[in-house]
């Protein structure tokens, strides 16, 4: 099967792993397989991991799954229980881990799943296609709960009247209806250079999914499941991901002197879980011209020290 959509920042994610023939590397975000699919092409064993029940469908058709012993292991999971999942295949290190972060290119073409509003659909929004969804949340929730998730996740300035349109304009059932909610709630004008209902969408979507959880908890389960010298490696595409990803390997590796609420302090850098800390990476100008959704892309990488895991605070 060839992925029908591009990886983002294919090259540099590879680099950054450097795998090699008898590696058993984690793409905690399978997806369409772009990732691993290279990865495979480099003799790597790939464990990959999606919520998505269409995606580990698709994997089962790769020819991959048919050798002795199999190269591709499934698992149908979130990745924050990759160590749970990948202990019960007898694995207890690895020698890489790449996450790809947010809704998939698959998600946001296919209508029914309710992601984008390029197309209108079903009001759903859900990676895991069961628990609650977009339609639920928005026609139940209190006002007050939705001008919050769209403040803390869109970064949405007018939330609350963006939220007060919405309660008005209950129920909703599909994609152009919230869309065109938000417009008119924020005044929007045809041929404008960026449609407003694009944070909201993205905001609905990471509180429907807890994507930002999802994230905080899958980088606390890399630092347990990669060995000594394994290396990490995240793409994420919004301010908000990139985010934590940038404050977790700050503060696993020693660079923030504070330490965090989320971990105690690292004392010295000796006792660092990550090293060789990446600036940020992002696609050359070439990549945007082949794939416009790899515009708002940023790698970075680490290698995993020898220093025990730290505890959570």
């Not at 992601?115 to 296609?129: H, I, K, V, Y």
């Not at 869309?179 to 209902?197: I, N, S, T």
């Not at 990803?245 to 010295?268: I, T, W």
């Amino acid at each position: 099967m060839n992925a029908p959509h591009i990886p983002v920042l294919l090259d540099e994610v590879v680099a950054a792993l450097a795998p090699k023939p008898g590696d058993v590397i984690v793409d905690a975000t399978f997806g369409a397989g772009g990732y691993t699919r290279a990865l495979l092409d480099a003799g790597a064993t790939v464990h990959a991991f999606d919520r998505d029940p269409d995606a580990i469908a698709a994997g089962h058709q790769w020819s991959e799954t048919q050798t002795t012993p199999p190269r591709l292991i499934l698992h149908p999971r979130r990745f924050s229980e990759m160590a749970e999942s990948l202990a019960g295949q007898g694995v207890e290190k690895v020698d890489g881990l790449t996450m790809d972060i947010g809704v998939s290119s698959m998600q946001l073409d296919q209508a029914g799943r309710g992601f984008a509003f390029s197309q209108d659909g079903p009001l759903d929004m859900r990676m895991s296609q069961d628990g609650e969804s977009a339609a639920d949340f928005l026609n139940n929730a209190d006002e007050s709960l939705i001008a919050d998730v769209l403040y803390q996740y869109g970064e949405e300035r007018q939330s609350r009247r963006v939220a007060r349109a919405i309660v008005a304009a209950r129920p909703l059932e599909t994609t152009a209806q919230l869309a065109q909610v938000v417009r008119k709630a924020l005044g929007y004008r045809p041929g404008a250079p960026k449609d407003p209902a694009t944070r909201s969408f993205q905001a609905i979507r990471i509180h429907v999914n807890a994507e930002l959880d999802e994230l905080t908890a899958g980088l606390r389960a890399a630092e347990h499941v990669l060995r000594p010298g394994g290396r990490l490696a995240v793409v994420s595409f919004h301010s908000l991901e990139d985010r934590i990803v940038k404050r977790f390997l700050r503060d696993a590796s020693g660079g923030n002197a504070r330490g965090s609420r989320h971990m105690p302090l690292v004392a010295d850098r000796t006792q660092a879980v990550f090293a060789d800390v990446s600036k940020a990476i992002r696609p050359s100008d070439s990549e945007t011209d082949r794939n416009p959704r790899a515009r708002s892309a940023t790698l970075r990488s680490a290698r995993r020290t020898t220093a025990p895991i730290r505890e959570v605070a």
